[in-house]
């Protein structure tokens, strides 16, 4: 019978290059910058969110999406928004005066 391996073990057998610039760019995205933009805003609207202490559902309310598509924003699946909608998520989470600088 194979003997488990630790998550160490596992751990120790990945590896991992350190890389400069964007990883949107190395993943070979041709809107690499929008991606990065998206990617600030959408940690933005988590961090309003965290510090608001507001809950998904809450917060879903409202932004007038439902709670779900909330959660799959947060979790980095943000491709099918467009920088305009995330900055009114902010303006909506109380953050008025965002968007001028990811214009």
């Given at each position: 019978?194979?003997?488990?391996?630790?998550?160490?073990?596992?751990?120790?057998?990945?590896?991992?290059?350190?890389?400069?610039?964007?990883?949107?760019?190395?993943?070979?995205?041709?809107n690499y910058k929008e991606?990065?933009?998206?990617?600030?805003?959408?940690?933005?609207?988590?961090?309003?969110?965290?510090?608001?202490?507001?809950?998904?559902?809450?917060?879903?309310?409202?932004?007038?999406?439902?709670?779900?598509?909330?959660?799959?924003?947060?979790?980095?699946?943000?491709?099918?928004y467009s920088v305009e909608?995330?900055?009114?998520?902010?303006?909506?989470?109380?953050?008025?005066?965002?968007?001028?600088?990811?214009?």
């Amino acid at each position: 019978m194979k003997k488990q391996r630790t998550h160490e073990e596992e751990l120790a057998d990945i590896s991992t290059e350190i890389v400069s610039g964007s990883i949107y760019e190395q993943l070979g995205y041709k809107n690499y910058k929008e991606m990065e933009t998206k990617a600030t805003l959408v940690m933005e609207i988590h961090s309003v969110i965290k510090n608001k202490k507001l809950t998904q559902v809450a917060a879903a309310d409202t932004l007038k999406i439902s709670q779900p598509k909330l959660s799959h924003l947060l979790n980095g699946h943000f491709r099918g928004y467009s920088v305009e909608r995330l900055i009114h998520f902010l303006n909506a989470l109380g953050q008025d005066g965002v968007g001028a600088q990811y214009m």
